[in-house]
């Protein structure tokens, strides 16, 4: 079950580390605050099989991956290899990404930073050159890195090969990822494999072709896509619509297919008793919840993503319910490999929740700049969606509301408010330290702003 609100005097603090910058008149900068302490106390001790040191580091990052969509989130379906890892990962049950497209949620996975603080937020920007990624630590450290991206070979690769010895766009990101580690296996290693979702699709047209698919739904399918992008999108009628179901379900069992024969590589490697394997969903998928589609919005479709770790020889393996997010993946990794986290980091490790250590109050925080600037706040048990500072918010419970089909703004205004105040606090710090002159915020923060960032605790 999600986490009830923390206590009175907790439940504003901040859960990460972030150091804020105050722009004097003069453009000079100092920092404000460092890490904010809790006061609601940490969890009871527990012990755990985590281990720092170096060792292997593989991620699979999937795009368009909505964890309602696997069995170990509650779907009544079978996913073997999902399941298989599930068996064997911590499991976290309440994992947002940071964007809804796949290049800013591995911006944010790579560099411990929010989208507006590392200025990739939306697919065709570019993340900061002076973003220190987890690749270039790792690099550093004298691991070999490599990332292989689904995409067109040659594309750009926006800012994210920073800090990989080989960075490649392939239409097979899953061979490359193989033939590399088969070539490094003996190693210490950061292995990242991003995409799959146009191989998934050829698969599942063929696993399709003789499913019943409506007459005439292939241009169908093409005209609501086109319209997407004016000012008078086209839905899919409900025929249509449980057909793209039955699409979507096909290409979760692709995808876990293809799952299958990569672990079973990194088990014929021996990997599987020296890496850490971290397999997420880059962002979710909407099927029209909300009028939506893909990755149209930041409601819990396309914000809720699986999210697990598998420990070398599965030697931790339980579900946590605490609210973690993308971002907090690199200081993670960073931590379990014994490296040093840098410095404005925003993300927090999530090794102190497996240890017992860790700290109310766990919120998740989503951004995009469509449709004038939609956000996405997850704390408390509740799921607010909005646009900037709060516009237009809609309020939800995630634990009986999991696709946020009620909205409760009207009924829980109080505790709407205190969602509102998180999300205003952290717009102020994100832009504040922004690495993107056109995103950050250049005035001097006024005595108003600083006595809110204090009262909510994220400055002392």
């Known amino acids: 079950m999600l986490d009830s609100p923390p206590c009175e005097e907790g439940v504003a603090k901040m859960k990460q580390k972030i150091f804020l910058n105050s722009f004097a008149s003069s453009a000079a900068v100092c920092i404000l605050a460092i890490v904010v302490l809790m006061s609601c106390g940490g969890e009871k001790a527990e012990e755990s099989a985590v281990v720092a040191g170096a060792h292997p580091v593989i991620i699979i990052a999937l795009d368009g991956l909505r964890a309602d969509a696997l ?74 890195t490599a990332a292989f991206v689904e995409g067109p070979p ?93 699409w979507y379900a096909a290409r979760i ?57 598998r420990f070398a020889a599965g030697a931790d393996v339980r579900p946590v319910a605490k609210v973690v997010e993308v971002v907090d993946l690199m200081p993670t990794i960073l931590e379990l490999t014994g490296q040093p986290i840098p410095a404005g980091v925003q993300g927090s490790s999530v090794v102190p929740i497996l240890e017992g250590a860790g700290q109310p109050p766990y919120v998740a925080f989503g951004e995009s700049p469509q449709f004038g600037g939609q956000r996405f706040v997850a704390f408390g048990g509740m ?30 205004a109080d505790r709407l408010g205190v969602v509102i105040r998180h999300l205003e606090a952290w717009e102020k710090m994100v832009a504040v330290v922004s690495l993107d002159p056109e995103l950050r915020t250049e005035e001097d923060l006024d005595e108003d702003t600083l006595k809110q960032l204090k009262s909510l605790g994220y400055i002392q």
Do not use: C
């Open 71 to 144: 069995g170990s989130y509650g779907a009544p379906v079978r996913t073997p290899a999902f399941d298989t890892l599930a068996a064997e990962s911590v499991r976290f049950e309440w994992a947002f990404a940071q964007a809804p497209q796949s290049q800013p949620s591995l911006a944010a996975l790579f560099s411990g930073l929010y989208p507006t603080t590392n200025g990739l937020r939306a697919p065709g920007d570019s993340m900061a050159d002076e973003a220190t990624t987890l690749a270039e630590v790792l690099s550093t450290a004298g691991y070999s």
């Open 154 to 246: 040659g594309s750009s690769d926006y800012g994210l090969a920073q800090g990989f010895d080989s960075y490649q766009t392939s239409a097979t990101p899953g061979t490359a990822s193989i033939e590399w580690m088969r070539a490094h296996a003996n190693e210490n290693f950061l292995l990242v494999l991003a995409g799959w979702s146009n191989i998934a699709l050829e698969k599942v047209d063929a696993l399709l072709e003789d499913s019943g698919q409506p007459e005439g739904m292939a241009p169908r399918v093409a005209e609501v896509l086109a319209s997407r992008a004016t000012d008078q999108p086209i839905e899919f009628d409900e025929e249509d619509l449980e057909w793209v179901r039955a």
């Open 253 to 309: 069992q692709v995808i876990d297919s293809m799952l299958e024969g990569f672990f079973a590589e990194i088990r014929s490697l021996g990997l599987d008793n020296r890496a850490t394997l971290v397999v997420l969903g880059s962002n979710g998928f909407a099927l029209q919840e909300h009028g939506d589609l893909f990755g149209e919005s930041l409601y819990n479709p396309v914000a809720h993503v699986p999210v697990f770790i």
């Open 383 to 412: 799921g607010m969606v909005s646009g900037i500072g709060g516009e237009g918010a809609e309020l939800f419970d995630l634990t009986t509301d999991p696709l946020e089909l009620e909205n409760l703004a009207a009924t829980e």
